[in-house]
Structures are given as C-alpha cells and as structure tokens.
C-alpha cells in the first residue's frame, strides 16, 4: 500500500509547496534549473534563528554518477559578515548555493545554519530564513508592487516604498506616473538590466532574511549601472550575514573573508589583501582581471 501512496503522498507535497510560496520558488527553482529532491525530516523543526551564522563542516556532494562536485568543503560565514565565493567555472560555486538552499543533502559532512543542521529542519523556516538575488532576476506580468512583494506578502506600503529606495530605486518610481501601480514585465513597461537587478534587491531587503545569498551575473552592466547595483546589494547586505558568489572580483574585494573554489574544493581563503599576499589563484585571477579591464572580465567566463 505504501508504495502506491508514495508516489501521491510525494504530488501533495509538491503541490502545497507550490501553492504556499508559488512565485518565489518557482523563480529559485528556475534560477538554480533544479527541483529539491529533500524532503522534511519526519522529526524536522522550525530553525531557530539567532545572527545567521553559515557553515560547512567537510561538506562532499557527488551528481548522479559524477566524480565528487564539491568535496571535503569548509566555510564559516559568521553573523552578519560578508563572505565572498569565487573560482573558475565548475569549481562548485552553485553547487555550494544550492546545498544552503536544501535542493540536495550532502552525501558527507554538514550544512548548518545557526548550528543547526539543514537535514533537520522544516525546509519552510530555512527558506524564510533565506534571500537570494539571482542571476537574473525574473518580472511577472504584474505590477511593480506585485513584483516586490512576493517575499512579504503582508508588507505595508510604506515598507515597499522604503525596500524600494533602499534597492536605489526611489527616484525610478517617483518618476512613475502610476507609481508601484505600474505594469511591468513583458507586456508592461520594459526594464533596464540593472532596474531588474534592483527589483530583484528590493524583493530581499522587504524579505528581510537572515541570510542573503547574491548570486552575481555573468555579464557585465555598464559602468553607471554597475555602481548602482553595486550600492543596492551593499545596502541589502548590511547587518546581514551575506554570501555573495563573484565573477567579478571587485564586487567581493571588500568581504571580510573571501573562499576561492578550484575543482570542487577551497582552495584558498582569506581577505582581498591576505589572498593577494599569497599570490596563488585568487591573485592570479584579480591581475588577469585588472589587466583586461576589471568590469569587462569575469574570471570564468567561457
Ligand atoms: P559556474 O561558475 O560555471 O556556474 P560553478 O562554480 O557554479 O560554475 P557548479 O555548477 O557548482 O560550478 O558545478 C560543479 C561541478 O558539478 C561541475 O563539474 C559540474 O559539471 C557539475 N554539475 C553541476 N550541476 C550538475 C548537474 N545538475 N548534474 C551533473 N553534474 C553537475
């Protein structure tokens, strides 16, 4: 009889985790292309938040039938530091993201967060406990409202408006003739990369999560963009422990700490100055970007 309700009990399940937070994680899941395949323990709790404190205890994790992805990895992201992620391409990076979101349990060591291991907890409390900013942030077919909300759906306006502004997007809406009534997505007004980006900043600061995850895009914004978007991340990340994977190095040379990745494994870690002192692969990759003009680099482009 169990197996013939497994397989529904396992329907139920996906249908309510769509149906409590459709749009955010529908958007996760399509940012990391991947469905959790965890589901709670029988004896899961809620997370008990206290700073926000990350951290990998020897972490491996293989993908099906594949030599080890990540292995033997340790991070320690303390409350409300900044902590930076950096490697060449296939080093791990997203892997690392997607054990902190729970999409798969390591096959060894640990995750936890605030000491508490994510294999026991309600994978509803991680995810409150949880903000990320994509690669690419994706607008619904909404208002703008609509679109920043969705991580607090009971958020006032005031505390949109404010989200806003601090995201750097105040003078955007105030030169909105219909303001956060504004249609945005495909079919109504077109944003900027770096608005988008910004929304994407607004939707975290208004989650208000302990832990934010920044997961910088590939390409390169214009300059005057870059610093815009630059100033909303530093302002979503401040007072919160914040983990931020890099392709441009720049963006993480301020990180109290910064993880370099090389096949699977840290290969180093320290601050900008200190990797910098030692002159290995993170050195060499901040001089390969400075010598190809810092925002027209990204260490593991293609
Ligand atoms: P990038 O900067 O290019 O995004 P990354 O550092 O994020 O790279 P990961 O995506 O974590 O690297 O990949 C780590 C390793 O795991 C790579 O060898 C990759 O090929 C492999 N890998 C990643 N996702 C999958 C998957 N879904 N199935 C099989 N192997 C995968």
Redesign the pocket.
Known sequence: LMSIYQPLNILGWAYREIKQSAVDMERLFDTLA?KPDVADAPDARPLQLQGGAVRFDTVGFA??G?AR?IDGVSLDVAPGSFVGLC?P???????ILRLLFRFYDPAAGRVLIDGQDLTHVTQESLRDALGLVPQDVVLFNDTLRANVIYGRPEASEADILDALERAQLGDFVRALPEGLATRVGERGLKLSGGEKQRVGVARAILKNPAVLVLDEATSALDSETEKEVQAALAEAARGRTTIAVAHRLSTIANADRIYV?DA?RIAESGTHAELLDRDGLYARMWKRQSEAGDSAAAI?AP
């Open positions: 991947l993908h099906d594949r992805s490697g391409s296939g080093a791990g990076k997203s892997t990745m699977g593991d």
